[in-house]
C-alpha cells in the first residue's frame, strides 16, 4: 500500500525534513507513526499525499510511482485517500451535510449517490441526526468525527491521520480510535501520526518512530 525506498526529503535552505526512509506498510495494514514535535511526522504524510514531493529516493502509494505521477493525475490519486487532520478544517458557512458531501462534489458525483453516500458516513460516525447542523455548535469531538466522515465518504483504500486525537480527551480519543479499528476491520489501510504514547500503548499495531528525520526503530506488536 504504502512504500519509501531510500526517501529523503531537503527544503529549500538545507533543512532536511526526513533522511533515507525506508519503510513499507502493507494492504490492509493498521500502524502508528510516532516521534518528537519536528521529527518529520507530517512531512511523510505529505509525501504520500503529494502535497510535497521528495527530494531523493521513490514514494509508492497503491502501487504508483508518486515521483512519476504528472499533475494533472494528482486529483485522481487523491481520490483514494482519506485525511484526518487535528483541526478538522472543516467549512463553518456550510452545514454538516455539505462539509462531508464537499469530496463528491469536486470528484463529480450525483446529487442522489452523493447524498446517500454522506448519510452512510454520518451514521457510521453517530452523527446523522445533526447532518443540518453548523459544525460551529458541535463539541470538539463531533467535529472532529465530522472530518472522519469526510475523509471516509469516497470509501477511500487508505485513511490517513495527523494527530486525530490532540485536542481530545482521553474518553473521546479511545471514540475516534475506535472508529479508524472499524475502518480497518473492513479492508482499510491505516497510518496516524501521533506522539501520543498513552494512545499508542492501548492498540497493539505496528509502530514506526521517527527522531531528527530518521526512521529509528519500526515495533512490531501483536494483540
Known sequence: MIKFDSVS??????HEALTNIDFHLQEGEFA????????????LLKLIMLMEKASTGQV???GKNLNRLSRRHIPFFRR???????????????NVFENVALPLLIAGYDNRDAARRVRAALDKVGLL???????????????????IARAVVNKPV???ADEPTGNLDPELSAEIM???????QVGTSVLIATHDLGLIDKDRHRVLTLDRGTLVSEEERSK
Open 60 to 62: 509508492f502509494v497503491n
Open 129 to 147: 441526526k445533526k447532518e443540518n447542523q453548523n459544525p460551529v455548535a458541535l463539541s470538539g469531538g463531533e467535529q472532529q468525527r465530522v472530518g
Open 80 to 94: 483514494n485517500i482519506g485525511v484526518v487532520f487535528q483541526d478538522h478544517q472543516l467549512l463553518f458557512d456550510r
Open 158 to 160: 487508505l485513511l490517513l
Open 178 to 184: 475506535n472508529l479508524f479499528e472499524q475502518f480497518n
Open 9 to 14: 526529503k531537503r527544503y529549500p535552505g538545507g
Open 32 to 43: 502508528f507513526l510516532t516521534g518528537h514535535s519536528g521529527a518529520g511526522k507530517s512531512t
